[in-house]
């Protein structure tokens, strides 16, 4: 049977504390990716699957899982909503490639004719580009510190409103 959010989000943080960390997240990605279609009933459980699908993408490096499915768990259990995991999904496993060129940004290492190509290249939902783009000065640099501590509350305050 598929997991529904909070029942992966448990999974998850169980993985993560376990003797062999990288051993549980992936043996726990298996059991999801190797479920059946027919199992997938809800919205939760096909989100549950992309998500297991997003750090499966990275199962050849075990740091990359690791932090990948710390910060997924994160979102998972910050987020007051399904709506809320989907729109900051993307954000999130990218979470520190974004966090680098938003920083570059902040620190007018880039201009911001970069950074629009940036936020246009990625696979955010709209809502969230269009938010990042239209944030003030120090709205982007709670932004910046929200990625660097993965507050997911922080992100869905800024991002989904």
């Known amino acids: 049977m598929m997991p529904d959010r909070t029942s992966f989000a448990d ?13 549980e997240v992936n043996e726990l990605l298996r059991r999801v990716l190797m479920s059946e279609p027919s199992d997938w009933q809800s919205d939760e459980q096909h989100l549950v699957r992309r998500i297991s699908e997003r750090i499966d993408a990275v199962a050849g490096h075990e740091e990359r899982v690791l932090v ?15 709506h809320a995991v989907t729109l900051l999904l993307d954000l999130i496993v990218d979470r520190e490639r ?27 939902p709209d809502a969230v580009r269009h938010r990042i783009i239209a944030l003030t000065p120090p709205e982007f640099r709670i932004l910046i510190a929200a990625l660097a501590e993965t507050d997911i ?4 305050a800024l991002l989904t409103s």
Do not use: C, M, N
């Open 11 to 23: 999974s998850l943080a169980l993985a993560l504390a376990a003797a062999k960390p990288a051993q």
């Open 153 to 156: 509350e922080q992100l869905e």
């Open 98 to 124: 974004s966090l680098a060129v938003l920083q570059k940004y902040d620190q007018d290492t880039i201009s911001r004719t970069s950074l629009l190509s940036f936020v246009a290249e990625q696979h955010w």
């Open 68 to 82: 990948l499915a710390r910060d997924v768990q994160r979102l998972l259990e910050g987020a007051s909503s399904t």
